[in-house]
């Protein structure tokens, strides 16, 4: 029998109808994603914020009271400037003069920065021009699920100097929380890439169900729960007995993170911490809704994930109105508030899992890199709690006039959000050890060589980064 695809006249499989169908369909896509794009242009120009294609004052929104003395970076006369906004401190005074030292934060002029939107949907949508190597362990919890930990190990870039190892002492294991999506962004990727370089040790931290992590059991992780963190951390101080640990959240992941800090106060392990455009009030958050784009990225992205659990989740909750839901807060409320088995109220729920229901009791050092024109968030006025960073001597508050949410591009694909961060980090364990040995040479004076070597001796050097009161003073 002759094959269809020889001889002269080629046949197809499709008729032709069909075909122009496809054809139709894919001028479609284009056109849609070029309107997309479009929409984004016009409300720039003029939308609710228009005019911030040109460099403005305008973003001091929530701390135009502040004092001069905290700006770092100033670009010119008529742009914005980075404002570091938190209680007078030893330590606050020495982050000051460290980023002000930096480059990160001296970028020049250009057109991008202005452009949050676009901003946003790059760091969101768009794939990393590198992807890394990762190996991934599986964790067994208390309860029977399973949580997945992806080590970066690979590519490193060009041989820099291990800021990091100086600075610690050893190598640092840097966790990387993802948005509470669980979605690991370019933003997340190029973190882990660029403190890889750094000579720190990054592990992606990924929630039950997430990122290909098996549901083992009927149980998700809620918002603010910090249960599954708890028993990773613990597990990564086994595995890198020598490492002292540091954290980094991205976006709505920051409500796991703050949770974690608040909730376990000195014990949390952790030397310090950082906050990549974080969200604060995330019920208010979700009630309002955010841009279009960004939440059905994120809500079709746990759709997928949890759309392979669908027959056992379909026991504890009603899986037909969660996989139809039309927005994150739907979604969430679906999920984790109307089970079958222990249903509660929406209220109740975020009474256990507001991530500031505890911050009072956080006890590691946490910079917050914010946008003053992110327009996932909000307006600073409203969602960022200032009272917090001006009163709290553990949160500080780098508060920048242009940026979106987790984008803070430059003329590159890059974020110098990351460069700081890392910054932050070895300038934190720098303050640290400079303070112990002020202290081992205040000991030396007052009781001789013996006491001292006899004093080091006994602090390990997980002690030495243990938060001390007299640094806040």
Not at 3 to 16: D, N, Q
Not at 59 to 80: L, S
Not at 167 to 177: E, R
Not at 303 to 317: C, D, F, I, Q
Request: with cysteine; hydrophobic share 40%.
């Amino acid at each position: 029998m002759r094959s269809p695809c020889r001889g002269g006249s080629r046949r197809h499989f499709f008729p032709s109808w069909a075909r122009h169908l496809m054809l139709a369909l894919g001028s479609l896509a284009a056109w849609a994603v070029a309107l997309a794009v479009l929409c984004l242009v016009a409300q720039e120009l003029w939308g609710p914020g228009r005019g911030r294609l040109l460099p403005s004052r305008e973003p001091r929104g929530a701390g135009e009271e502040e004092d001069e003395d905290n700006v770092i970076g100033e670009e010119g006369p008529e742009a914005g400037r980075c404002r570091l906004i938190c209680k007078p401190s030893a330590l606050a005074q020495s982050l000051l003069r460290s980023l002000r030292r930096g480059a990160a934060l001296q970028s020049g002029r250009w057109l991008w920065r202005t452009w949050p939107q676009l901003q946003t949907t790059f760091q969101l949508l768009f794939p990393a021009a590198c992807q890394p190597e990762l190996a991934r362990e599986l964790l067994q919890l208390a309860d029977g699920g399973l949580v997945a930990l992806d080590w970066v190990i690979g590519p490193r870039g060009p041989g820099k100097r291990s800021r990091a190892t100086t600075a610690f002492g050893t190598t640092p294991v840097l966790l990387v929380l993802p948005n509470a999506s669980g979605k690991v962004t370019r933003g997340i990727l190029q973190l882990c890439l660029l403190a890889l370089e750094q000579g720190y040790k990054p592990v992606i931290f990924n929630r039950r169900g997430h990122n290909g992590s098996p549901l083992t059991s009927l149980k998700l992780q809620a918002f603010g729960e910090p249960g599954d963190l708890k028993e990773a951390v613990t597990y990564i101080r086994v595995r890198q007995p020598g490492s002292l640990l540091c954290a980094v959240s991205e976006g709505s992941g920051s409500g796991l993170l703050l949770s974690y800090l608040g909730e376990c106060g000195s014990s949390s392990y952790l030397a310090a911490a950082a906050c990549i455009s974080p969200v604060f009030r995330c019920q208010e958050w979700l009630e309002t809704g955010c841009p279009w784009l960004y939440e059905w990225s994120l809500l079709l992205h746990q759709k997928r994930g949890l759309s392979r659990y669908a027959t056992a989740l379909a026991e504890v909750v009603e899986t037909g109105r969660l996989f139809r839901s039309r927005s994150l807060r739907e979604f969430e409320e679906t999920l984790f508030c109307q089970t079958k088995q222990q249903p509660i109220t929406w209220d109740a729920y975020w009474d256990r899992n507001d991530p500031l229901r505890d911050a009072d009791e956080a006890a590691v050092p946490v910079l917050c890199i914010c946008s003053a024109d992110d327009p996932v968030r909000g307006p600073p006025a409203s969602t960022l709690p200032m009272e917090l960073f001006r009163s709290s001597p553990y949160f500080f508050l780098l508060l920048t006039p242009h940026g979106g949410h987790c984008g803070f591009l430059r003329e590159g694909p890059c974020s110098w959000s990351h460069e700081v961060t890392l910054e932050y980090l070895a300038a934190v364990a720098e303050f640290f050890r400079t303070e112990e040995r002020l202290k081992g040479l205040h000991r030396c004076r007052r009781g001789g060589p013996q006491k001292r070597e006899a004093s080091s001796a006994a602090c390990p050097l997980q002690e030495i980064f243990s938060w001390q009161r007299s640094y806040t003073r």
